[in-house]
């Protein structure tokens, strides 16, 4: 009898204040604003405004909003490692993972290669509507609640 093959993907939660929420992607901010490139061809530094200082990492802002509470979430990462938006679908290989449960945020890690291949820990997922956002932190993040929206028609 053949051994049953390890999956692909391992699950765990994430907890947050909208883990099992019913949330859309309001916008996603990358970046401090600031140019800091390295050009290998000439060997030097393009950098704008002057003042952008070194090392000051990578921030991502993501905004979401929870249908369940009407509150507009802003989730603050101080730097990461690598990110991606994508559609749902192309998720396949989580929502089929042992321990997969219907939830808005998680934990993932991968046993293959993926787009995460350089990050070895575990990535989080927030999976919204219509897109996924998937992300490698590299440092601490924060939860903060924005607002809230008003119902009308």
């Not at 947050?16 to 019913?22: A, I, K, N, R, V």
């Not at 993972?97 to 219907?102: C, D």
Request: glycine share 6%.
């Amino acid at each position: 009898m053949s051994a049953k093959p390890a999956s692909e993907v391992e699950i765990a939660r994430w907890e947050t204040p909208f883990e099992y929420g019913d949330l859309s992607l309001v916008s996603l901010t990358f970046g401090n604003g600031a140019i800091r490139v390295f050009s290998k061809e000439e060997e030097i530094w393009y950098t704008w405004p002057p003042s952008a200082a070194e090392g000051e990492g990578d921030p991502l802002t993501i905004r979401l909003f929870n249908r369940h509470d009407s509150k507009v979430y802003d989730i603050r990462f101080e730097d990461v490692e690598v990110f991606r938006v994508l559609d749902e679908a192309d998720l396949g290989n989580v929502w089929s993972a042992p321990g997969y449960t219907k939830r808005a945020t998680l934990q993932v890690r991968y046993q293959h290669e993926t787009t995460f291949e350089r990050y070895k820990g575990w990535s989080l997922l927030i999976a919204t509507d219509d897109h996924c956002v998937e992300i490698a932190p590299l440092g601490s993040y924060v939860v903060d609640v924005v607002g809230t929206a008003e119902k009308s028609n």
